[in-house]
């Protein structure tokens, strides 16, 4: 079985970015285990001298370094991706580096229609960065424009050629992180 760690890329109490993974962590449960993970008590960023990460930090790498891959779930704040994300990151870049030729999908979940498009490209940039350097699939974005409207109350995406989307998506990053292991 393929083990993942999704990461909620914002701090908020109610995140459809949360429900988006809880989705896919019960749908494609057959496919792969993902343990869910949020950014909530994470310190922020503050470049230590000694370069060592804080313990909560360094405990979410060692089971990022342990894991096949990792999935991002952003959303977009002000057309980039939530400061709690960023400071996360950067503490991965200064301290531990456990994206480092690591699979990563980038999934995020919006309330406006144009999804998350600006923060996704963002994140691509970041994972881009020498000290990340995370193992991303060219030409796969999942956009979920309103998102407010997109799940049933027991967390079931309502749009089936979204939920199909999604589904080919995974099945690529499967694939991906077979091929990268």
């Not at 995140?15 to 949020?38: G, H, V, W």
């Not at 923060?119 to 193992?135: F, T, V, W």
């Not at 939920?163 to 091929?179: H, I, N, S, T």
């Amino acid at each position: 079985m393929i083990n993942l760690i999704g990461i909620v890329g914002t701090g908020a109490v109610e995140s459809t970015n949360r429900k988006l993974l809880q989705y896919m962590k019960r749908n494609f449960s057959t496919q792969a285990t993902i343990e869910i993970y949020e950014l909530t008590n994470l310190p922020f960023f503050d470049k230590p001298v000694s370069q060592t990460a804080p313990e909560i930090i360094a405990r979410l790498s060692q089971k990022i370094v342990e894991a096949d891959g990792v999935i991002i779930s952003t959303p977009e704040y002000d057309h980039t991706i939530p400061a709690a994300l960023a400071s996360l990151l950067e503490w991965f870049a200064y301290t531990t580096q456990p994206l480092r030729d690591k699979p990563v999908m980038i999934t995020g979940a919006s309330y406006g229609v144009l999804g998350t498009s600006r923060a996704q490209s963002h994140l691509r940039q970041i994972l881009n960065a020498p000290e990340l350097s995370g193992l991303l699939m060219p030409g796969r974005e999942y956009l979920l424009g309103g998102s407010l409207q997109a799940f049933t109350a027991a967390g079931e995406l309502t749009d089936v050629a979204k939920k199909e989307e999604l589904d080919r998506y995974f099945g690529d990053f499967m694939q991906f992180v077979a091929k990268n292991r």
